[in-house]
C-alpha cells in the first residue's frame, strides 16, 4: 500500500483530514463535560489550551532555579504547579452528588486543587484532556445534527 493510500477504505483514497483532526478551539479551552459514575461529570479542557500553556510556562520560569535542582523539593514544587495549573485550565468544573471525605464538595478552584492532589484521579482527568476525540470539529457538527 502506498504512503498516499495508507488508511484509505477500499475503493475511496480520498481521507479528509479537516474531518479527522480539526478541533473545537473554544471547547478546548472552555471545556467539555465527561461523565464520571451516576450523576457525577466533570468540565474538562484539552490539556495544552492557551490558558494552560501560558499559566505552565509562567509557573515554570518564576520557579526554574528551585526547578533545576532536581532534588524533592524540586518534585514537590514540580507537582505543586502541575496540580495548579490543572485546577485553573483543565478541570473547570463539576456537577453531581459529589462528597470528599463524607462531605459535599461544591466546585472552586481550590476544592479543584484538593482533589487534583489524588495522583490517580489527576492521571485520570489528565488522560480526557488529551482525548482529542472528545474535542472534534467534526464530531460536534454530527452530535448536533448538521
Not at 50 to 75: C, S, V
Not at 77 to 103: H, N, P, R, S, Y
Request: aromatic fraction near 10%.
Amino acid at each position: 500500500m502506498s504512503d498516499t493510500t495508507a488508511g484509505a477504505t477500499a475503493g475511496n483514497t480520498a481521507i479528509d483530514l479537516f474531518a479527522e483532526f480539526a478541533t473545537n478551539t473554544s471547547a478546548e479551552e472552555a471545556g467539555a463535560w465527561v461523565p464520571y459514575t451516576g450523576d457525577i461529570e466533570f468540565l474538562i479542557a484539552r490539556s495544552n489550551n492557551p490558558t494552560y500553556a501560558r499559566k505552565l510556562t509562567k509557573l515554570f520560569d518564576r520557579n526554574r532555579q528551585l526547578l533545576n535542582t532536581k532534588g524533592k523539593a524540586a518534585e514537590a514544587k514540580a507537582e505543586e504547579i502541575t496540580i495548579d495549573v490543572m485546577a485553573e485550565a483543565i478541570l473547570l468544573g463539576w456537577k453531581g452528588t459529589f462528597t470528599w471525605k463524607g462531605q459535599p464538595l461544591p466546585y472552586s478552584k481550590e476544592n479543584a486543587k484538593t482533589v487534583l492532589a489524588v495522583k490517580d484521579f489527576r492521571r485520570w482527568v489528565q488522560e480526557k484532556a488529551e482525548d482529542f476525540e472528545r474535542f472534534k470539529l467534526v464530531q460536534d457538527e454530527v452530535d448536533a445534527g448538521n
